[in-house]
């Protein structure tokens, strides 16, 4: 069983640029959600797609987009980058959307904005 | 709204010592409450979940949880901690967004483990 896979590892970008960051599921899971970890700080919830629509999203401005693709994969999209988006982003897949239901974790993607 | 706070953001322990991570929780609809687990550098694991079934939890690695309701807790307990314990610990509850579900998380506790 594959796990979750985020690509690239590290990535970093210059203020105002725009990034693609991408995600695969587990096999099976047809839910992603993506998070925020600012330095030593808790996951803060980004979005979440469940079969290829947005089925929920956090307190983050619309400069932050995603897409969940027939095969279940994910992108996050952010534009216009700020120095506050330096951070580690997981994407976390799981069977489907109920709330008992594990998330499983990716290694996540370190984005530095300098 | 739910959310959830976590008392202590760095404990130290001694090897073979009792390891206790506390966790409060908020929740206005009966909660899901997960603990996990983050090693330098890498993504979160799950270590256990209380999804109503029982009170005390057992998960992976020897570690366990009580879910105690009056006093809207859900500690994490090892009865002897390991060098390899030493990590990031974080505490999450199960919020609905929208149609979906969010984890909401705790701003973590780091534990240390001395020989």
């Known amino acids: 069983e594959t796990g979750v896979t985020q690509s690239p590892t590290h990535l970093i970008k210059t203020r105002g640029q725009q990034v693609t960051l991408r995600c695969s599921s587990q096999?099976?899971?047809?839910?992603v959600s993506w998070y925020q970890q600012a330095l030593g700080q808790g996951p803060q919830f980004i979005f979440q797609?469940?079969?290829?629509?947005?089925?929920g999203r956090g307190n983050f401005p619309p400069r932050f987009s995603g897409l969940q693709f027939p095969n279940y994969s994910s992108e996050l999209n952010v534009n216009a980058l700020e120095l506050d988006d330096s951070a580690l982003y997981l994407c976390?897949?799981?069977?489907?959307?109920?709330?008992?239901?594990?998330?499983?974790f990716g290694p996540g993607t370190r984005l530095t904005v300098t | 709204a739910q959310s959830v706070t976590q008392l202590g953001s760095h404990v130290s322990v001694s090897e073979g010592a009792l390891v206790l991570l506390r966790c409060n929780y908020s929740?206005?609809?009966?909660?899901?409450l997960f603990w996990y687990v983050q090693y330098p550098n890498q993504g979160l694991q799950l270590l256990l979940k209380?999804?109503?079934?029982?009170?005390l939890v057992k998960g992976i690695n020897g570690f366990e949880a009580e879910f105690k309701k009056s006093e809207t807790s859900f500690h994490l307990t090892k009865p002897s901690a390991h060098m390899s314990d030493a990590a990031e610990y974080f505490c999450?509850?199960?919020?609905?967004?929208?149609?979906?579900?969010?984890?909401?998380f705790g701003k973590g506790t780091t534990l240390s483990v001395s020989s």
């Open positions: 999450a509850v199960s919020a609905p967004v929208k149609a979906g579900t969010a984890l909401i």
């Open positions: 209380y999804t109503s079934a029982a009170t």
């Open positions: 797609y469940y079969r290829e629509e947005e089925n």
């Open positions: 929740s206005s609809v009966p909660p899901y």
């Open positions: 976390a897949s799981s069977l489907n959307s109920k709330p008992l239901l594990e998330q499983y």
């Open positions: 096999s099976g899971h047809n839910t």
